[in-house]
Every structure is written in C-alpha cells, then in structure tokens.
C-alpha cells in the first residue's frame, strides 16, 4: 500500500514541534477500518496477499510500530486557554503527525496517532488511550460526518495489546485521526504567549497556503511576497482572520442544529479550519435545556450547549489578540482594524443562527415575526423539557400526509398549543418545499448518550471475549444514515429512561 505523506507542518522548524517517533506497542491488531474515509484518500491496496497479511500490516502503520515512507513523525506545539485559564504550554502529550496527504482533489490531510506514547508535551501523562475513548471517537466523528457537521475523523482503531491505567486497568488503543490539518488557535497563542512574531508570520502564512490559497490570488501584495513565509502584509493577516471566522459559524451552527454540546471548547481544541475536534466530553442534548451540560470537568457550565456561540466569539477573540502585531506595530491601531471583524462575526453569528433554526421548521428565508415563532417554540421545549431530536422529526412528521399536516397526536399536541396553528398558517403556501427543507436539516437519530454508552461497553465486553463487533457495526450502520428511516433506526430513537439526570462524561485520556 504505497501511501505518499509529506511532512509540510515538520518543515516550519524545530520551534513547532518534537520530532520523535511513536512508541512500540506490544501486539497491534487492527480493530476498525473505515474503509469509505481510506477511499476518499486514494488509500488503496496494491498487495497480492490475503486480507488477513493486510490487516496485519495496516495494524503495524496504524499504531506506529512501523512508519510509511517519507513519515517524519512529530509532536506538535500549541498552548491554550483550558476553561479560560491561560496554559502557555500544551502540545501533543499522546499524538504523533505522521504527515500529509493529498486526495486526489488536491486537498492536503493530516494522518496522526493519538494514544501512540509520550513527547516533552506529556506532562507526567503516560501517552496511551483507552479502548473506550478511542471507539468513542470512531462513532461520534462518524455521526458527526453524515450529520454533515464539519469535524475531523477516524481512519482506524488500532487495539494494542497492552492494558492503560486509569482508575483500573482497560486495554489499549490507538486512534488514526484525519484532519484537513491540526492548527488550533492554540498553535497561534504558543508563539505569541513568546513574542515569537516570526514564526507567528510563517504560522499564518503557512495556514493562508493549507487552508485559504485563495487569499494569496487575491491579495495586493507582490507575489514574490506572497510566497516569502517571513513576509506577510496587514491586508493577508485581516483577510485571513475573517476567513477563519467565516469557517466557525457553519461549524457552531451545526452542533446547534443537531444538539450536540463539544464539552471542552478551550483554544487548543479550536481549529483554525473549523472542523470539529477532540470528542472527549462531547454529548449529545435529549430533553432541550439551553443550559445543557455534561462534561464532568466542565464544573462552572462554561461550555453548556446555549453558550457555545459566545464561547467562539471569545475563542475567536483570542486568535486575533496573537494576531495584532502582524497587523500593525500600534497595538491600538491593530485593534481598530480587527475589531469590525469581530463586530461583524457577532451580527453574522445572530443572523445565520435565525436561518439555521428557520429551516428546521420549514422556512428558507426568515422573514418579520419568524424570530418569535422560533423563540416561542423554543421556550416550550425548555419549559416541558421536550426531546429535541423527536420534537422537530414530529414536525416534520406532520407534513407526509399528502402535505396536508397531520394531526401531531398525543401530549406534544397539547404542549403546543397554539403554537402550531401559527406554525401551520406560516408555512400553509409551501408546505411541500417546507416538507423537503425540513428533511434535511432534522435528523431522525443521532448518537444519543445513554445508547453510544451501551455500545461502548457491550463492543469492549465483546471484544475481549470473542472479537465480536456486531452490536457497533449495527449501530454505525444507522448512525451513517441519520436523515433515513431505516429498519434498525426506530431501536435508536427512544429518548433516555432516565433524563440523562446524572449521566457525565470524560476527557479520556
């Protein structure tokens, strides 16, 4: 399998990152393959071998103990605002960038190891991953793709034969994450939290080249200039900040249009490409409260579901503080010229949100009066704590009959009231392009806790017994069609007995 990686990020200098190889693992069997991702990278087999010497070979590259050609591995540099404590310095303690790759669109994607041993960025942290986390990765990166929520996702699932401790022992694994790259705005604050302005200037220029080639076509600036990684122009750093900004409204809107709550929005799990990263404490939202939140060290509800907005206005915010003395010497001239861009980012966030929400009741083009519409659904499900998911799939449920609404029958008739006579006279003159709107924009499954949870351990109890990962390719199968009705989506569609009342979740690592 020839697979050709270049180590464009390693080549910025010794400043950016460790170089160092994985640590060996004792048996590395191969446990997932997503083969649909392997596809879209031009990853294929030229092996005359069976299947099984395949296998066995994806499972030495994929946990490091053998390396592609070209790979360079590194650890990456960065540091972050962790719950809006400042930590000068983060970096990769369990990850190592193998390199990039193209598709054969051009498109350049990172390949990394998470839980594939220790760099100077550890911490006193032994590395590894957990079998758990590394399949909880593999399924919500997955439900986010077919969600079509931007995010970053899983290769393979590489077990390692050796156990992790945490409070007890779990066996190992070993995650491939793909990513169009690992540039947080965390990587920015490393060199800035230096006064390194030098390598914020190749920083930027290299995330204009890997992210935004477009910029560099449209600058002002002398294209000898253009390519120069120690040269950058005022005009290059604002455009490259707004388009930054302008990749985090679809990204936030979607987590908000699906229910999903990331958990642990510090900087260094904000990226510049605005893809989702890091599924750690992510969870999803059943019953709909804006204050929603489960991370168990989210102890102040920093990164509640309803404030995931305002959390990337601040995060964005601190990208443009690293920012400022690439604009202008003057620091308050610097300010002057981002923060329209800010301005702007909120007012956009605030209008995009009313069209995102819109189109889950039917309408493409919000007009006077459908804010409210929209709020006073909102608080009804706040006020009764109505199922999220279930109450938007019975809307839409409410047009299939010949386009005609309907009755929705039981207890949420009565809980809305009147409400739905407003909703049902709003959208009376295209029901049928409401109908097909609504479709697409209002999953009928997503990964809802308490079922990803009872996968996870029925996989790992299966997995150490006798192999056997029906239970998970099942629930996958529904997962990657999650606009579909399928035979086995009504097994994944029932809300928690419990309210998810004292359900939390974990960093992993």
């Avoid at 990020?9 to 170089?19: H, I, P, T, W």
């Avoid at 997503?34 to 031009?42: F, K, R």
């Avoid at 996958?476 to 928690?496: E, G, M």
């Amino acid at each position: 399998m020839p697979i050709n990686l270049s180590n464009s990020y390693r080549d910025l200098g010794e400043s950016f990152s460790q170089q160092i190889l994985p640590d060996p693992v004792a048996q590395p069997s191969l446990l997932l393959w997503n083969e649909a991702l392997a596809q879209t990278l031009g990853l294929t087999f030229d092996s005359t071998d069976n299947k099984e010497n395949d296998a066995d070979l994806l499972a030495q590259y994929f946990s490091g103990n053998r390396l592609m050609e070209d790979s360079k591995p590194i650890a990456q540099a960065y540091s972050g605002h962790q719950f809006g404590q400042f930590n000068p310095q983060l970096g990769d303690g369990r990850a190592h960038l193998l390199g990039d790759i193209a598709d054969e669109q051009g498109q350049r994607w990172d390949i990394q190891l998470k839980g594939s041993g220790v760099s100077q960025f550890s911490r006193s942290g032994d590395g590894r991953c957990a079998l758990g986390p590394a399949l909880r990765e593999y399924i919500m990166s997955e439900a986010m793709f077919a969600l079509g929520v931007p995010t970053t996702r899983c290769l393979a699932v590489v077990t390692t034969g050796q156990s992790v401790y945490r409070d007890r022992p779990f066996a190992g694994a070993i995650v491939t994450r793909v990513a169009t790259s690992h540039i947080r705005v965390g990587t920015f604050q490393y060199f800035a939290a230096r006064g390194d302005t030098e390598s914020l200037k190749k920083l930027t220029n290299y995330s204009i080249k890997r992210h935004f080639p477009e910029l560099l076509a449209e600058s002002a600036v002398e294209s000898s200039k253009a390519t120069d990684d120690n040269e950058i122009s005022s005009e290059q750093v604002l455009n490259f900040f707004s388009a930054v900004l302008s990749k985090q409204i679809p990204l936030v809107l979607s987590w908000l249009r699906v229910g999903f709550i990331h958990g642990v929005m510090n900087t260094d799990n904000t990226a510049i490409s605005g893809e989702t990263i890091d599924y750690g404490p992510c969870a999803m939202m059943n019953a709909y409260h804006w204050e929603t939140v489960f991370s168990s060290i989210d102890r102040n509800s920093r990164y509640a579901f309803g404030k995931q907005i305002s959390i990337m206005q601040w995060n964005m915010t601190r990208l443009a503080e690293t920012l400022l003395p690439l604009i202008d010497s003057d620091e308050d001239a610097a300010v002057a010229q981002l923060q329209p861009l800010l301005s702007q980012f909120h007012q956009d966030f605030e209008e995009n949100y009313l069209k995102m929400m819109a189109v889950k009741i039917g309408i493409d083009e919000p007009e006077q009066g459908d804010g409210k519409l929209i709020s006073e659904l909102i608080a009804i499900m706040q006020k009764n704590s109505l199922d999220y998911t279930k109450t938007f799939t019975a809307l839409t449920d409410a047009l299939t009959d010949s386009l005609n609404g309907n009755a929705i029958e039981g207890p949420l008739l009565n809980l809305l009231g009147e409400w739905l006579p407003r909703w049902q006279i709003r959208i009376a003159g295209f029901k049928a392009a409401a109908h097909e709107l609504m479709v697409s924009n209002n999953p009928v499954v997503i990964p809802r806790n308490h079922d990803v949870e009872a996968i996870l351990a029925t996989s790992q109890a299966s997995y150490q017994e006798k192999g056997d990962l029906t239970a998970l390719y099942e629930f996958l199968a529904v997962l990657r069609q999650p606009y579909t009705v399928l035979d086995n989506t009504k097994n994944y569609q029932n809300s928690p007995a419990d309210g998810d009342e004292n359900y939390h979740t974990f960093c992993g690592t």
